[in-house]
Nanobody
Framework: QVQLVDSGGGSVQAGGTLRLSCVVS?????????MGWFRQAPGKEREAVAG????????KYADSVKGRFTISLDNAKATLYLQMNMLKPEDTAMYYC?????????????????WGQGTRVTVSS
């Protein structure tokens, strides 16, 4: 069983910062290849934000967050992070961490099999 618990969302003003966390719990014979953050704004489809390969640390970002967001993984703590700086009102969404056992594009939502429950981020202007 793979369990993801994400947290760290909140309400901030534009230009502010937040750090999201996602704790990973594995039981049984599971191996993961990559993890990512995704978001879904009201009335919109879920979209990729950032992804990271667990083994090599390679990362990839959506164009809309490049230079502002940083994804990282602390293997010792089994925790995925998303540092979000210079937040904008258009970053307002429910954010989800996800994990995939397969190789492929880090930002391909369909590859991710395991999902957290989501944490809400609200950015006011």
């Amino acid at each position: 069983q793979v369990q993801l618990v994400d947290s760290g969302g909140g309400s901030v003003q534009a230009g502010g910062t937040l750090r999201l966390s996602c704790v990973v719990s594995l039981s049984g014979r599971y191996s993961l290849v990559s993890m990512g953050w995704f978001r879904q704004a009201p009335g919109k489809e879920r979209e990729a934000v950032a992804g990271i390969y667990i083994g090599g640390g390679l990362t990839k970002y959506a164009d809309s967050v490049k230079g502002r967001f940083t994804i990282s993984l602390d293997n010792a703590k089994a925790t995925l992070y998303l540092q979000m700086n210079m937040l904008k009102p258009e970053d307002t969404a429910m954010y989800y961490c996800a994990a995939s056992p397969d190789f492929g594009s880090l930002l391909d939502l369909d590859r991710y099999r395991y999902w957290g429950q989501g944490t809400r981020v609200t950015v006011s202007s």
